[in-house]
């Protein structure tokens, strides 16, 4: 079956730097996604990976490994608006998005 | 350039009411996606059309009807609620299915009770 997995929450300061992993089980790959999504809202597109290696994107970088079905989103220099859940969703062979549950990253002072 | 519009925002419904989530994009993408998000869940598939007068079944479809009469509205019925079909209903829209960014609507929060 397909299947993302990704940490259900976690904490970290302000100022500082989180890594949020995500493993991935699909029919076929066509690239690996972040979005962010704030409480009440809808996501929005954060990066995109479909070859192995490291995108950065200011304070946001988005790492894959095809071979082990991995990614990670690091983020640096948390600012409280980082506070938002982080899904990982990855592409089958079909074009369908597999999405993950989200990661709820909570930032304190 | 509105983007993806949706309404309603907020809709409560009683079991076995009938209601239309309406979904209208502004950008001329022949690719419509409806999505539900469950509390803790991640995002479910339930209806998709890659242009006027194409859909095609999600993941979850059972329960919800589409079409696609337009190159902009895409809107999504239920036809008897449940108390499953809680949840938040997303609209999305892209150019090509291998685009990279997929618009979103704002949300419709329904609860049927």
């Known amino acids: 079956g397909q299947n993302i997995d990704q940490p259900t929450e976690m904490t970290a300061t302000e100022g500082a730097i989180v890594q949020i992993n995500c493993t991935y089980q699909?029919?076929?790959?066509?690239?690996l996604f972040w979005y962010q999504q704030h409480a009440g809202e809808a996501p929005t597109f954060l990066s995109y990976?479909?070859l192995d290696g490291l995108e950065e994107k200011g304070r946001f970088s988005s790492f894959l490994s095809r071979s082990k079905g991995y990614s990670y989103l690091l983020l640096k220099e948390l600012q409280m608006k980082d506070s938002a859940s982080y899904l990982c969703?990855?592409?089958?062979?079909?074009?369908?998005?597999?999405w993950g549950a989200g990661t709820k990253l909570i930032i304190k002072p | 350039n509105a983007g993806v519009t949706q309404t309603p925002k907020f809709r409560i419904l009683k079991i076995g009411q009938s209601m239309t989530l309406q979904c209208t994009q502004d950008?001329?993408?022949?690719?419509m996606y409806w999505y539900r998000q469950d509390p803790g869940m991640g995002l479910k598939l339930i209806y998709y059309?890659?242009?006027?007068?194409?859909?095609d079944k999600g993941e979850v479809p059972n329960g919800y009807n589409v079409s696609r009469s337009t190159t902009e509205d895409f809107p999504l019925r239920l036809e008897l609620a449940a108390p499953s079909q809680t949840s938040v209903y997303f609209c999305?829209?892209?150019?090509?299915?291998?685009?990279?960014?997929?618009?979103f609507g704002p949300g419709t929060r329904l609860t049927v009770l």
């Open positions: 950008m001329n993408h022949n690719y």
């Open positions: 999305a829209s892209s150019s090509t299915p291998e685009s990279a960014f997929l618009y």
């Open positions: 990976n479909v």
């Open positions: 059309s890659v242009g006027a007068g194409i859909t």
């Open positions: 699909t029919s076929g790959f066509n690239g």
């Open positions: 969703a990855a592409r089958d062979s079909n074009y369908q998005l597999i």
